[in-house]
Each structure stands twice: as C-alpha cells, then as structure tokens.
C-alpha cells in the first residue's frame, strides 16, 4: 500500500497569513500515461463530511476559493492557504489515488493564532 | 444535486454483522464507481473500498482491513450501494461515509453525511 504522510500535524496561522501543509507519498502518484499526478486535498470541519479542495494535485474543484492551491508532483506535494480566514480552520487530508487501496494522509489541523 | 444518504448504522457486538446503505440520486448511477470511507471518532480518513460499474466489471476493491470481512455490492435498478459488513471487531466503530466522484472512484467530491457503526460488548 503507499503510505501518505502529512506535516505538521498542527498549525496555527494569524488572520491573514499562509500556511503550509505538506503531503509525502511513500512512491510516486504520478500517473505517466495521464501526464498527472493521482493526489487530492480535503478539508474537514467539525461534524462534517470531508469536502474535496484540490484534485490531479493543482486542480481546484470548482467553488472553491482561490486562496487554496495545491502543487508538487511524484511524491512531493503542498497544500497552501495564502490568506487564512476563520472559515478555513479545519482538518486537511490528501489523499492518493494512484494505486488502490487509496490511501489517505493523517491529516493536518490549522487553527487560528 | 448529487445526494448521497446512507443508513443502517447501528450498535452491535463484536463478531456480528451489519448492512448498511447508501441511497444515490441526482447523477446516471449506473454509470459511477462507487466508494465506502470510515472515520473512527476523533480519527482520520481510512478508504474501505470501491465498487465499479457494471459496464466496467463491477469490480470490487478493498483496504486490508476489509478484506475477507466486509463486502461492497450495488444494486443499479435502486441507486443503492452496500456495505456487508461481517466478523464486526471493536475497531470497525466508525462513521460510514459512501462517496463518488471523479474518473474510476478516484477523487471523491460528492460524500454522504456517513452512518455511525459502534461495535461494543
């Protein structure tokens, strides 16, 4: 299985500010044939399903702010808020979908500072 | 809309089974791979597995834990799609989420509000 990790577990970000989140596959997700890497971006809120942010690792799902952008590729990627607002504190998860079983990372919580 | 509801959560012994449902509404259903992700509380996302079309096989794909115990099955003519889920250990109390989305089950942008499964003595 590839394994996902995910740092830092925790961050806290002032109003305004970036954050960074960082998302290692344990081999690449990149897809040759595709020309695209198999990876997605989550956010969770308290007592809510996962809703999708990022997908083929920069691709923003529509609605979604473009405040959030994702890049990386193989095994490498980075999930960034480039102006955290209240609403963004969550739980984040990448997820590869490269390979079954499709694993997620352990997942990153940002809070306000 | 895209709606996925699921039910049949509920409290069960270890060692028993369980069903539970996902009712799909709002896209071709025939045509969707379908997949089962589990939250234990207060934990992270864990893929259970996908079910493929039935022009594509119907295929059925499962994380480790799953395999052997649990069962991913469709019934097209309802929009429904089901977890079998048999040999229940304390570590399977999750919320039960059904979600579809992008091409083959990858991404998953359309999620259900999950079922809750406890499994305690």
């Known amino acids: 299985d590839i394994v996902m990790t995910q740092s830092p577990d925790s961050l806290a970000v002032s109003l305004g500010e970036r954050a960074t989140i960082n998302c290692k596959s344990s081999q690449t997700v990149f897809f040759n044939s595709k020309n695209k890497n198999s990876l997605a971006w989550y956010q969770q809120k308290p007592g809510q399903p996962p809703k999708l942010l990022i997908y083929w690792a920069s691709t923003r799902e529509s609605g979604v702010p473009d405040r959030f952008s994702g890049s990386g590729s193989g095994t490498d990627f980075i999930l960034t808020i480039s102006s955290l607002q209240a609403e963004d504190v969550a739980v984040y998860y990448c997820q590869q979908y490269y390979d079954t079983p499709f694993t997620f990372g352990p997942g990153t919580k940002v809070d306000i500072k | 809309e895209v709606q996925l509801v699921e039910s049949g959560g509920t409290l069960v012994k270890p060692g028993e089974s369980l069903r539970v449902s996902c009712a799909a509404s709002?896209?071709?259903?025939?045509?969707?791979?379908m997949t089962w992700v589990r939250q234990a509380p207060g934990k992270g996302l864990e893929w259970v597995g996908r079910i493929k079309s039935r022009k594509d096989g119907e295929t059925r794909n499962y994380a480790a834990p799953a395999i052997g115990r649990f069962t991913i099955s469709r019934d097209d003519s309802r929009n429904m799609v089901y977890l079998q889920m048999n040999s229940l250990r304390t570590e399977d109390t999750a919320l039960y989420y059904c979600?579809?989305?992008?091409?083959?089950?990858?991404?998953?942008?359309?999620w259900g509000q999950g079922t809750l499964v406890i499994v305690s003595s």
């Open positions: 979600a579809t989305g992008g091409p083959e089950g990858s991404y998953l942008d359309h």
């Open positions: 709002g896209f071709t259903f025939r045509n969707t791979w």
